[in-house]
């Protein structure tokens, strides 16, 4: 591969570090190709961007971004890499990793970053399926403002049918004495 090859794929690596918030660093060493190309297919079928890049293209391609991805160089990267890019969802890796992992363990996660936060080892899938995405969160925060306003207006309502089968309660004595 000649340097200006080199130079392209890293420089394609680092502009979807930066433009992407979502990616995972997996190794699938032992997988047969049949194996791996159904991961591909299943990466297809849901959006995900599954690519199998030299660590050193890695490491250099994060480099120049803002957020630390030192901690990488030590734990992750090592051995095979392949990374999984999804521009929308977080989690989706997660889940697809975690359900291929059910026919086929070969497959492991070596580490991820979410909205640049860092998730390293294996042990955070099960964190990282947990997140919930800013959509979810803001609807969360939504029904949460909107709950005291939804009670107000049914105790409002609540009382007032209560006043006025008093009131009524009250004429009906009124006229009977």
Do not use: W
């Not at 860092?118 to 709950?147: M, P, R, V, W, Y």
């Amino acid at each position: 591969m000649k340097r200006e090859e080199k130079g392209a794929i890293i420089e394609e690596l680092a502009e979807k570090f930066q433009t992407i918030p979502f990616f995972y660093i997996t190794e699938a060493n032992g997988m047969t190709v049949a194996e791996v190309n159904t991961l591909r297919r299943m990466c297809f079928e849901r959006g995900i961007e599954y690519k199998v890049v030299k660590n050193a293209f890695i490491k250099k391609a994060l480099e120049p971004l803002d957020t630390d991805y030192t901690p990488f160089n030590d734990t992750v990267l090592h051995g095979q890499s392949a990374v999984m890019f999804h521009p929308e969802n977080g989690k989706a890796p997660a889940q697809l990793i975690k359900e291929f992992r059910k026919t086929n363990d070969k497959l492991q996660l070596k580490a991820a970053s979410i909205d640049y936060s860092l998730f390293i080892g294996a042990d955070q899938l099960d964190t990282l399926i947990a997140l919930k995405s800013k959509e979810e969160l803001i609807g969360e925060i939504i029904g949460l403002l909107q709950s005291p306003a939804k009670n107000v207006i049914s105790a409002l309502q609540s009382g007032g049918n209560k006043l006025a089968g008093i009131l009524k309660t009250l004429s009906e004595r009124e006229e009977a004495a």
